[in-house]
């Protein structure tokens, strides 16, 4: 099972990015997903989640607004619209797949992590 994240890249302030988390080895169309950031020297810290049927989302209130995250169970991808972005969102961004129908803000609901993407913002 592996879930390979992708889009990350640098871009300047008030720039856009969208990330992308595609699994294999299994489908997830029945489970919550998730993105969770890391920054230098800073803990992981959640961004977003959303529901096994993409039909209710959950933001930090530090993206809210500006990021978007959506799926496709078709394709067993989920994805992460960042717009308007900060020099704050630098970090590694992963996405996880919750042991439950929605995913949540904490990390420990989370089965598998995908290995990372980085992005950076510039001011």
């Known amino acids: 099972v592996q879930l390979q994240a992708s889009g990350g890249g640098s871009v300047q302030a008030g720039g856009s990015l969208r990330l992308s988390c595609a699994a294999s080895g299994r489908t997830f169309s029945n489970n919550g997903m998730g993105w969770f950031r890391q920054a230098p020297g800073k803990e992981r810290e959640f961004v977003a989640a959303i529901s096994w049927n993409g039909g209710r989302a959950y933001y930090a209130d530090s993206v809210k607004g500006r990021f978007s995250i959506s799926r496709d169970n078709a394709k067993n991808t989920v994805y992460l619209q960042m717009n308007s972005l900060k020099p704050e969102d630098t970090a590694v961004y992963y996405c996880?797949?919750?042991?439950?129908?929605?995913?949540?803000?904490?990390?420990?609901?989370?089965?598998?992590w995908g290995q990372g993407t980085l992005v950076t913002v510039s001011s």
């Open positions: 996880a797949a919750a042991r439950s129908v929605m995913g949540n803000g904490w990390s420990g609901s989370y089965d598998y």
